[in-house]
């Protein structure tokens, strides 16, 4: 989710390009959600078999891919974006392997001056700059749903008023509230 806004300003900055997202499979689903992703790549990650990997870096390459933005970096993406052969690699500049990318930007993210996410977001406004791309700040929220979606989520919602569930949490807040605690909201 807090790589949500960088999409965002990449898509609505180019809404022409195609943006595909490398992710580890247990965040697949959330990807596949993202509107400002149009392909989801799965990651077979750094512990993988090396015909995996090897594998990988060919899916990647078959791609064609004009450029590479890793809001996460570590020796293993760097290398991955370089062995695929990715013309333009963007990183931070904070690991030893930095060198593997041709673009970097220092942000000192151990430091924690500012919410991940805008640190994401940096990193994008700094590849739009490279590119000669006017930036276009996002605007939450990042994902809608439908009206008929959101009635039908109310409904379900409306239906397991009363249910087993909602008593016992009742029921939690009850006994915080004997002991002197306030409830948690």
Same mark, same amino acid.
């Given at each position: 989710?807090?790589?949500?806004?960088?999409?965002?300003?990449?898509?609505?900055?180019?809404?022409?390009?195609?943006?595909?997202?490398?992710?580890?499979?247990?965040?697949?689903?959330?990807?596949?959600?993202? %509107?400002?992703?149009?392909?989801? #790549?799965?990651?077979?990650?750094?512990?993988?078999? !090396? =015909? $995996?990997?090897?594998?990988?870096?060919?899916?990647?390459?078959?791609?064609?891919?004009?450029?590479?933005?890793?809001?996460?970096?570590?020796?293993?993406?760097?290398?991955?974006?370089?062995?695929?052969?990715?013309?333009?690699?963007?990183?931070?500049?904070?690991?030893?392997?930095?060198?593997?990318?041709?673009?970097?930007?220092?942000?000192?993210?151990?430091?924690?001056?500012? %919410?991940?996410?805008?640190?994401? #977001?940096?990193?994008?406004?700094?590849?739009?700059? !490279? =590119? $000669?791309?006017?930036?276009?700040?996002?605007?939450?929220?990042?994902?809608?749903?439908?009206?008929?979606?959101?009635?039908?989520?109310?409904?379900?919602?409306?239906?397991?008023?009363?249910?087993?569930?909602?008593?016992?949490?009742?029921?939690?807040?009850?006994?915080?509230?004997?002991?002197?605690?306030?409830?948690?909201?």
């Amino acid at each position: 989710m807090l790589a949500w806004p960088a999409f965002a300003m990449l898509k609505q900055s180019m809404p022409g390009a195609e943006i595909t997202a490398l992710v580890p499979s247990y965040t697949k689903a959330l990807a596949e959600l993202c %509107p400002s992703i149009d392909k989801v #790549l799965v990651d077979c990650g750094k512990k993988a078999d !090396k =015909q $995996s990997k090897k594998q990988l870096v060919a899916d990647i390459k078959a791609q064609g891919f004009d450029a590479s933005i890793c809001l996460f970096s570590d020796s293993y993406n760097a290398t991955l974006v370089w062995k695929a052969g990715i013309p333009f690699r963007l990183a931070p500049a904070t690991k030893i392997s930095q060198f593997l990318y041709n673009h970097r930007i220092t942000q000192r993210r151990s430091q924690s001056a500012k %919410p991940e996410f805008e640190y994401n #977001l940096d990193l994008i406004r700094a590849f739009l700059a !490279k =590119q $000669s791309v006017p930036v276009k700040e996002p605007c939450a929220p990042y994902l809608t749903f439908s009206a008929e979606v959101l009635n039908e989520q109310k409904t379900k919602l409306a239906g397991g008023v009363g249910s087993g569930r909602a008593k016992a949490m009742a029921l939690c807040a009850c006994r915080q509230r004997r002991l002197g605690k306030q409830p948690v909201a």
